[in-house]
């Protein structure tokens, strides 16, 4: 555990987005194995192979290089008079500003990489969006005051990740469920 830490820690030193991007793209896979073999009880043989492939392109291509921009802007553009408000504002932002978009952005994304059509793009949207971002908000506050409190700039998106795991497997399981 040790040497792959060690592995990641100078991965992240000389490529941040790659690094970050594959990491990303590592987990949205792996989450979408647990909501398929955990939660779906699909089995091996009706594991859906196409769809983990897209949980990690989507991933590597959009999540991880979106979000790992999203928390340096945050960092770069909110600093204000003291540390408990730079906080709270960063938090608020993300929360107001980032969830909502990242959140259909994962829809949208997830059923152009299916080949859906918009109708069935939208009717996705409609049916699982409001869920989601209530879900949302029930989980990533409490973890991004954690998260831009206590952890360095560039390991956010990693702990984001790691707790993602469990979120991940959550929104693979309501977008396959809603389309």
Not at 33 to 50: I, P
Request: charged share 15%; with cysteine.
């Amino acid at each position: 555990m040790a040497s792959l830490l060690h592995f990641y820690q100078k991965s992240l030193r000389q490529s941040p987005l790659l690094t970050q991007s594959l990491a990303t793209g590592g987990l949205f896979a792996l989450g979408d194995v647990l909501a398929q073999q955990g939660v779906e009880s699909k089995g091996l043989a009706g594991h859906d192979l196409t769809r983990t492939g897209r949980m990690l392109f989507f991933g590597t291509t959009f999540a991880g290089p979106v979000l790992g921009t999203w928390y340096r802007l945050l960092d770069k553009w909110i600093r204000l008079s003291t540390p408990g408000k730079t906080l709270v504002t960063r938090v608020l932002v993300d929360q107001v500003c980032g969830a909502p978009v990242i959140i259909a952005s994962f829809f949208t994304g997830l059923g152009l990489l299916a080949g859906d059509s918009r109708k069935t793009i939208l009717g996705g949207l409609k049916k699982g969006y409001p869920e989601a971002l209530k879900n949302n908000y029930k989980l990533w506050p409490a973890v991004q005051l954690v998260n831009f409190h206590f952890v360095p700039l560039q390991h956010r998106l990693l702990l984001t990740n790691t707790v993602a795991l469990g979120w991940n497997t959550y929104m693979s399981y309501e977008t396959s469920r809603h389309r």
